[in-house]
């Protein structure tokens, strides 16, 4: 809901102090809910404001994040430095997801929460200690008095400026809408209907996933990409072709693999986009044109889940991985022609 509003005070706002602040907010309203239950006044209402309020602080922290990546490392090193962090970024969701059964069997889980809300406070006082590269001049055009709506356009147009950049984000809610609802609602289905498993071979798949992501992004984080936006729609190629290749195995050894091979394919889709965005769009609109982007994925995503989850009613998991899976062939192969054909020539 507060997508681009997010990236238009990101972009107003002295980008550190908003990832400091933005973090220690969270430090508190995660340590919040173990106290809450510790006093026994948590209620089912109570975790829905909670983390309405969580996910509300990631519009401003995302952008912010993104945009001060060129600051810290200069234009010449976004790749990699985009690469180091989808290493842990990503990776750490699908591990964490894993892990979260096994550690929640050791530890009560109001201390798990304890630990979390700490790692974002820990996060907080790292980040006071990053400091920009001095020899790379980012202040021209920053506008500290905006008003939101003009600030919206300003941004859309810088994106829009990019063709295929803009045709790229426009459409990246696609790919999360199927990226989300297969990995999230349609593996685990999988997992008990097709292969009898429970959470724990689907917590292993998840594991096996991020550490595919962890591998893509140092990899793509090296390459020179001379074409980013038909890379990322290639990226999408390859993640259909793994969904598919999910639906047509029956033994978790082999969609192991797949899953990995599936999660080295997602950093292809992302870091050319992350790239692009800092490379491409003036400093004063990159918080803004991130929004747009988190924005079309989180969109996607939501309906990816909710969707997915009401088609299971009615097809199988199977039928739903090759549905998603061609889906997002089709997509990169199109993708991929008009940047060829019309953007990226």
Known sequence: MFGPIGGVYADKWDKKKTMVIT???????????????????????????????????????????????????????????????????????????????????????????????????????????????????????????????????????ALRTEKALHFTVMTFGIYTFFWRGLLQVALPLYVTVTLGGGPGMFGVFMAVNGVGEMVGSLVMGKLKVERPMSVAFIGEILFGVAMVSVALAGDPLY?????????????????????????????????KVFSYWNTMGAVGSSLGTLLIGIWLEFISPSTMFYIGGATLILVGALGVYLMKMKYER
């Open 255 to 287: 969609i192991a693999v797949v899953l990995f091979i599936g999660g080295v394919t997602s950093p292809v889709t992302d870091i050319p986009i992350l790239s692009s965005i800092q490379r491409s769009i003036q400093e004063n609109h990159i918080s």
């Open 23 to 157: 973090d220690f907010v969270r430090f508190f309203l995660v340590l919040l809910i173990p106290a809450l239950y510790i006093a026994d006044a948590l209620s089912i209402a109570m975790i829905a404001l909670i983390s309405f309020a969580l996910t509300s602080c990631s519009p401003f922290f995302v952008p912010a994040s993104k945009a001060y990546i060129p600051k810290m490392v200069g234009k010449k090193n976004i790749n990699l430095a985009n690469g180091l962090l989808q290493t842990t970024l990503w990776p750490s969701f699908f591990i964490g997801a894993g892990l979260v059964g096994p550690i929640n069997a050791l530890i009560n889980l109001p201390f798990v929460l304890v630990i979390n809300a700490l790692s974002f406070a820990i996060a907080g006082f790292l980040i006071m200690f990053i400091k920009a590269n001095k020899n790379e001049d980012y202040s021209s055009g920053v506008k500290k008095d905006v008003k939101l709506f003009s600030s919206l356009k300003e941004g859309y147009i």
